[in-house]
């Protein structure tokens, strides 16, 4: 793999080896960047500083049309969190940049004036961005598109980026809107003055067995179509209003424990009223994206991506809005703005609920009512917090700084864990989530285990687990909450789309790397490297002031269960799954490392970590 080390403070670009032996270790992906960042930046460092490191890195089956593999990720430390931060995002880029003959670039420093880098046909330079500078994400794009070629994919950033919004996204793929969104990765690259990343491939990686992975590729494809079919019909908002019905979707704030209205937004409704097409990642069978069109309407246009899932709970039952036009054009504002939607529902939530407690009023809102379920005052505060105006600018730098601005009771319903909001599942329907989201290495995170299906419907047997476990009960939670998460980390690193679970096996993943790479990995060997990779995530995050005293749960949602449907009454018992959880991790009662599992899983350079220098900021 041929990396980039970018210094913007220098205006200079050099080759970076990346060793077989870390490839090995690490895979690619996000594993591979948290590798980087643990040896280049610490406790110390400052989030917006030029000494921080932004990293792009594609994964060994990225661009490989292996299915489901176009992705990459983004890795830096956060300026929303203060620690570890990953955002793994699909659509056509990470693609591209496999074919310039480049998987990833090592970015540091801060140009003196707004700057993109082009990577083009095995060849890199920075280039002056004024003119580009201010324009929102779309806009960016079809610029870049126009200067350089209709083929360009860019990585780049809006207003909100610009302003160093602590909630900023990085966006791709123009209109498409793929999104890197959390943890403000998006207001670090705004620190560097860094508009874009574009990238223009004129080449294509070569497998180590091209007939034999073409096999592989049409068994794996005919699979991953025929699980899919819901998400190509409906995306992923399409199961909203089953997530109503069993207790996970998130209502006013998880306040509320039914919402009938849930079924407003769901990805039926929007096929039937908005849909105008649909948009693949590369090499995705499955197409799960949504093209929109509202061409006027109350409240305003919208012409590009529709809202997922999480965007739709977020900016949606999140605040009570129940109406699917105000929540897409939200979506749209978030991705015109570079913003992070879950954060953004999550902020507006918080701050309807400070309206509701008389800590802030219409005056804070440009004259708005911030009252449940005002869909006009939800899309104010979404304009306010991209442009960093008024209320806007504090919501920006998330529900925990803002809180302890309003003070009061404020504390009480900012919902997150280590300062990243809490995303659309509910640990009292599923109680494992509390766990992941309690230990996840970015903050409040559902991606990091994906442990909630485990609790549903799927199975994964490679780990253990023939048939789905008891959503409520919290033993074996412990155990397998470290496995699942150790299991994604391999598709994070691979770069392997996780809505393939229950679909593709590990020995699938190990017999595409083998044909791309020639890398002989078998399952065991790449669930050691997933539980490698985590275990240096953490030891960053002690770094950072982590400890078991960080590894909660919002009081909310441990002590305030639901009153009605079929998760009333249930909360989740963090405590007796965190002990066993360390016990599986071979962590100590603070929750480091111990000296022996380093040892074990051959991480022993970065004991130094274990100290637990530096702290976790906001």
Known sequence: MRFLDVDLSRGTIAPRSISQEDLHRFLGGSGLGAKILAEETGGETDPLGPENRLIFAAGPLTGSNVPCSGRHGLVAKSPLTGIFAESDVGGRWGTELVKTGFWGLVIRGCSPEPVTILLEGGKAAIKPAAHLWGLDTYQTAEALQKELGARVQSACIGPAGERQVLMASVMHDGRHARA?????????????????????????????????????????????????????????????????????????????????????????????????????????????????SIPGGTFGPVSGAGPEYETAA?????????????????????????????????????????????????????????????????????????????????????????????????????????????????????????????????????????????????????????????????????????????????????????????????????????????????????????????????????????????DRLPERLVSLPRDAGPAAGQLPELERMLQDYYACRGWDEDGRPTRKALQRLDLEQFEHLRAGRGGVTG
């Open 180 to 292: 890197a969104g959390r943890c403000g990765l998006g207001a670090v690259m705004g620190s560097k003055r860094l508009k874009a990343v574009t990238v223009l491939g004129t080449g294509r990686p070569q497998p180590a067995y091209p007939e034999a992975l073409r096999s592989k590729i049409k068994d794996m494809a005919s699979r991953i179509k025929a699980a899919g079919s819901s998400l190509s019909t409906c995306g992923t908002a399409g199961g909203i209003a089953h997530l109503e019905q069993s207790g996970d979707l998130p209502i006013k704030n998880f306040r509320q424990s039914r919402w009938p209205q849930a079924g407003k937004l769901s990805g039926e409704v929007l096929a039937e009223q908005y849909l105008t097409g649909k948009f693949h990642c590369g090499a995705c069978p499955i197409g799960c994206g949504r093209e929109v």
């Open 314 to 550: 977020s900016l949606g039952s999140y605040c009570l809005v129940d109406d699917l036009d105000a929540v897409c054009r939200a979506n749209e504002l978030c991705n015109r703005y570079g913003l992070d939607t879950i954060s953004t529902g999550a902020a507006v939530a918080f701050a309807m609920e400070a309206f509701e407690n008389g800590l802030i009023g219409p005056e804070d809102c440009q004259g708005q009512s911030l009252s449940w379920g005002n869909a006009a005052g939800m899309l104010e505060m979404v304009r306010l917090i991209g442009e960093g105006r008024g209320l806007g600018a504090l919501l920006g730098q998330g529900v925990k700084r803002a809180a302890e601005a309003l003070g009061g009771v404020s504390a009480a319903f900012a919902l997150e864990v280590k300062g990243l909001e809490i995303p659309a599942h509910d640990p009292r329907a599923f109680v494992s989530s509390g766990l992941s989201y309690a230990t996840s290495n970015r903050g409040a995170c559902h991606l990091a285990g994906m442990t909630h299906g485990l609790e549903e419907s799927l199975a994964v047997p490679e780990l253990g687990y023939d048939q789905p476990l008891d959503r409520f009960t919290w033993e074996g939670k412990g155990v397998m909450v470290a496995r699942m998460q150790n299991l994604m980390g391999v598709f994070d690193s691979l770069k392997m789309c996780k809505f393939v679970l229950g679909t593709v096996s590990l020995a699938d993943l190990s017999e595409c790397l083998r044909l791309v790479s020639g890398r002989n990995q078998g399952p065991e060997e790449l669930l050691l490297a997933g539980e490698r990779i985590y275990n240096l995530k953490r030891l960053y995050n002690v770094g950072c002031g982590v400890s078991r005293q960080t």
